[in-house]
């Protein structure tokens, strides 16, 4: 062991402009794929449990629960589709507060990159993840006889909108991540937030079934509005009748919105959280 | 010339019991080259240093410069000039050892061919050749601080922070890295490390800050802190600990300060001014005192007597378990201290 510093040793090249923010980004996300790759179970986890829910939603439940003008699997698809992408954004918490944990992030914290790119780098890859999920959920949908009355536009919108929806999402569970003490909590309290958020809507069962209060929750959960609107661009939502509901009635409109404003509020909120984050 | 310089570092956590000060007014001053060690136990403040100036953490208040750059006003450009690497700033599990270099390249912007040469170099340099395209999971626990290491070196930083670097290690492992350290400041590298070892401190620093309470409560070489504490000691086993306290009575006759006790009460020792001449009148009025001896001797004192001294505690007694207290120096510690004392025979 001698000589540990090269003679052409490399110098800093100032970390400065766009081109930087997007390298540093790319690498990040590289990284988080590349764990993606070499976890099995993360990965069969992110396959089999979109599959379970399908099979689980359309086969116990599809006989019980009567949908007007369609069948239970084509009502149902977009809302497994929806909780899907939403439990997967809470991967991001979990993962910022494993990072947090394992110093990953003080390493990063102390490297001349730009600080939005860890969280660009982990939303990132949780969209590709939650990608790989909602392709297996259709295949598995198609296998169990769902099938898309839209135009592919319109499908291809249902598709974008709900992947959007999801990283927007991401940036709450990141903040989230970065605001618990251990990364169990944050699985623990996520439980108690999206099982409620998700089946408090019309995901499942048609929100008019719905006791008075749970219906007015329903009505104006944005999930129901995502739910919605996927469920129109599929060509899924047979004849029962739109609530009477502004959020529901312009469901496209609701979303949007609900994605600007956590885009909005929680991009920089997360990213001036990391800039004095550490470990202890 | 000074390349780390800190002054009046103040940082203060809310806990239940109230605000707890990690850093208390703490000031440093490394010289270019050189290695600094900032040794106490933990919960003493030494990390707390290391992550305001490798700015992780803001401190309430205080200034710091490294390599003329204001710590505090300018974030983004001191990272480029310090390198870290310790038991927080870690690397990742999944990546191959190859993977987690080429990313810090990356980051610090070398650019990709630069980027893999670099860190091909690096898995070569630290003798992690055959093991560098497996993932980092499988590495032992010496190749994994030496990966670690090699993160911090990827751009060859004039400044380079260590925490903690060798704790968990075997003895092996931790003379390799100390070889690795030697090396680099051989070639011009400033260092600050922290450390609970007082060997190692002994071993790599050209000179030591001990902090206890968020502050450095003394400063200087390894020579200079042990002459604080005097010349020699004067150290007697006893045959009974029954006869302790006769014992601690000649001994405070001619030591300088309160002898030490050890915990299984039979072992006695005493900072002397004049070694032999203190010795052999301890021994003589031992024998008048009827006094049977299983050992006498002097020794020189050691980093440990040091930092009891300074501090009334032991470092091996509060290097576990940071909530506990020990006892005042003289008194029973909680836990047994196995000293290492090398005793010159009495004639």
New interface residues.
């Given amino acids: 062991?001698?000589?540990?510093?090269?003679p052409g040793?490399?110098?800093?090249?100032?970390?400065t402009g766009v081109a930087?923010w997007f390298?540093?980004g790319w690498?990040?996300t590289?990284?988080n794929l590349?764990?993606i790759k070499?976890?099995p179970d993360m990965l069969i986890f992110a396959v089999l449990q979109p599959i379970m829910f399908v099979l689980l939603f359309s086969q116990v439940y599809g006989g019980a629960i009567a949908v007007k003008g369609t069948d239970y699997t084509q009502f149902l698809m977009a809302g497994i589709f929806a909780q899907t992408v939403v439990f997967g954004a809470t991967f991001s918490g979990s993962a910022m507060a494993n990072d947090l944990k394992?110093?990953?992030i003080?390493?990063?914290?102390?490297?001349?990159?730009s600080s939005s790119?860890v969280l660009i780098g982990r939303t990132n890859s949780d969209l590709v993840l939650n990608g790989i999920s909602m392709v297996i959920m259709m295949a598995t949908g198609f296998a169990v006889g769902w099938r898309v009355n839209g135009t592919p536009l319109e499908f291809l919108a249902g598709v974008g909108l709900l992947l959007l929806f999801s990283y927007a999402f991401s940036w709450v569970m990141a903040l989230l991540g970065m605001s618990v003490k251990s990364p169990e909590t944050i699985n623990n309290a996520s439980f108690m937030i999206l099982f409620p958020l998700t089946f408090v809507s019309n995901a499942f069962v048609p929100s008019d079934t719905l006791p008075t209060a749970l219906r007015i929750f329903a009505e104006w959960n944005p999930v129901s509005s995502l739910v919605q609107t996927a469920r129109e661009l599929f060509g899924n939502e047979g004849s029962t009748p739109t609530p009477d509901v502004w959020t529901q009635q312009h469901s496209l409109a609701t979303v949007l919105i609900g994605i600007a404003v956590m885009l909005v509020v929680f991009v920089p909120w997360c990213i001036r959280r990391y800039e004095?984050i550490?470990?202890? | 010339m000074t390349i780390i310089e800190a002054r009046g570092l103040t940082k203060r956590y809310k806990s239940k019991s109230g605000p707890v000060h990690a850093l208390d007014g703490l000031d440093l001053s490394v010289p270019r080259g050189t290695v600094k060690a900032l040794l106490g136990p933990n919960g003493a403040g030494k990390?707390t240093t290391v992550?305001v100036l490798?700015?992780?953490?803001?401190p309430d208040e205080g200034s710091a410069t490294i390599a003329g750059i204001d710590v505090l006003a300018d974030p983004?450009?001191t990272?480029?000039v310090?390198g870290?690497s310790g038991?927080?700033?870690?690397?990742?599990?999944?990546?191959t050892g190859f993977?987690n270099l080429d990313?810090?390249?990356?980051?610090?912007?070398?650019?990709r061919a630069?980027s893999q040469r670099?860190a091909r170099?690096l898995v070569d340099?630290?003798?992690l050749t055959a093991a560098g395209d497996r993932?980092v999971k499988g590495f032992s626990g010496g190749m994994r601080r030496r990966i670690d290491l090699a993160?911090a070196?990827?751009?060859?930083p004039e400044v380079l922070f260590l925490d903690e670097p060798t704790t968990g290690l075997d003895p092996r492992s931790r003379l390799?890295l100390w070889?690795?350290i030697t090396?680099?400041v051989k070639?011009g590298?400033t260092v600050l490390l922290t450390t609970q070892y007082l060997e190692e401190a002994d071993q790599l620093a050209d000179d030591i800050s001990v902090i206890d309470g968020g502050r450095v409560i003394a400063e200087g070489t390894s020579d200079q802190l042990k002459e604080q504490v005097g010349g020699h000691r004067v150290v007697v086993s006893l045959m009974t600990s029954d006869a302790r306290e006769e014992a601690v009575r000649i001994l405070t006759r001619y030591g300088d300060g309160e002898p030490v006790v050890s915990s299984d009460g039979r072992t006695v020792d005493v900072g002397v001014t004049n070694g032999p001449q203190s010795l052999q009148s301890v021994l003589a009025d031992l024998e008048a005192s009827g006094i049977e001896l299983h050992d006498a001797g002097m020794r020189r004192p050691t980093l440990d007597d040091v930092f009891l001294r300074l501090t009334g505690r032991s470092t091996e007694v509060n290097a576990g378990d940071p909530d506990e207290t020990a006892g005042p120096s003289g008194t029973k510690p909680k836990k047994p201290k196995k000293p290492k004392r090398s005793k010159e025979k009495a004639a």
């Avoid at chain 1, 003080?106 to 990159?113: A, G, N, S």
């Avoid at chain 2, 038991?87 to 990546?95: G, I, P, S, T």
């Fill in positions: 062991m001698t000589a540990v510093i090269a040793s490399p110098r800093v090249a100032p970390a930087s390298s540093d690498a990040v590289k990284r590349i764990k070499r976890s394992n110093g990953i003080d390493r990063f914290r102390t490297l001349p990159m790119a004095s550490s470990s202890r | 990390t992550k490798t700015t992780l953490t803001r983004r450009a990272r480029r310090i870290v038991q927080y700033a870690a690397v990742d599990e999944n990546l993977e990313m810090i390249g990356r980051l610090y912007h070398l650019g630069e670099r170099e340099m630290f003798d993932p993160g070196l990827v751009t060859n390799s070889g690795i090396d680099l070639e590298t």
